[in-house]
Structures are given as C-alpha cells and as structure tokens.
C-alpha cells in the first residue's frame, strides 16, 4: 500500500472522485500541512490555522500508480487557481500535492510538467513534503455519499455513481 495526500479545493468532491478508481483502498478527508495542532473545520474555513483541506489516498501501486491517480487529480482541479477552486476561496482550498516517499517526487514533478503543458498561465500547485495531518470530523467523511445534493465544485459528470 502507498499512500498519497492530495489538496484540490473542497475535500468532499475530491474523495468522491478519487474513491471510483479500482485500486483506491482507501481515503479519508483532512487538513493538511497547517500550523495548528488538532484543528477545527471552522477555523480551517475561517483561514486561521495554515491547513488546507486534504484527501488521504492509500491505494494499491499494483492496480493503480501513482502516475494515473495524478492524471485523474488534474483533470477535475484549475492548479492554475491560486486558492480558489469552484465557489470555495481561501487558503484552506488552495491546490496542493503533499507526499511522505521521496521517491514520489520524481512522479509528482513529471506529471506536473506534462500538465503544465496544457495551459497557458503558470500552475500555482504546492508540492511538497507532508508536514502534518489531522483527519476531519465525522460528518465530512464521505460526505457526498450521506448526502448526494451536498455542494461540490466538480462537476457531477465526473462521478460513475
């Protein structure tokens, strides 16, 4: 099992969309690399505490690689967005690729590049190391799944079910 921490805007959406794929074995939602310990979803919202809204992805590097998991990232994030993504805005859902294996890095970066390719302004991505993480509360988890007409800024098209 690998685990990769993936930060596109709200966290409800990207684990809904990431959650589809054969080879995810699991994901959680959460804040990511922040300056708080034990933060509150209210003030990460309220842009107090660094973090940003992030989904834990642990998948088998078997089925699915890392590689292809990015690939799919990108198609449902603008990384050109400087934190903002949909109707969400603020620090907390900046975009952002934190991982915990060095060896990602070269895979993160490569991906990235041919991305970049698509556009015409600059990407405004983090990458970096993973600093911390703490998992959201309770009702967040697999929000979309508890309630289907729940907000999210991907569009609804991207999701088999």
Excluded at 53 to 69: C, F, G, H, R, S
Excluded at 109 to 136: G, R
């Amino acid at each position: 099992m690998k685990t990769i921490y993936l930060a596109g805007g709200c966290f409800w959406g990207i684990q809904k969309y990431i959650d589809q794929f054969e080879g995810i074995i699991e994901t959680t939602v959460g804040y990511a690399n922040g300056f708080t310990e034990y933060p509150k979803y209210e003030d990460v919202k309220a842009q107090k505490t660094g973090h940003s809204e992030t989904v834990k992805v642990d998948y088998n590097e078997q089925v699915i690689t890392l590689a292809e998991i990015l690939k799919h990232f990108y198609v449902v994030i603008d990384p050109t967005s400087l934190n903002k993504q949909g109707e969400d805005e603020g620090t907390s859902y900046r975009c952002g690729i934190y991982y915990t294996d060095e060896k990602d890095v070269l895979t993160i970066q490569e991906i990235t590049n041919l991305e970049q390719e698509k556009y015409n302004k600059p990407f405004v991505i983090e990458i970096e190391p993973l600093k911390n993480y703490y998992l959201a509360e309770d009702y967040h988890q697999k929000y979309l799944d508890k309630n289907p007409a729940g907000y999210c800024h991907i569009d609804a098209c991207y999701f088999k079910h």
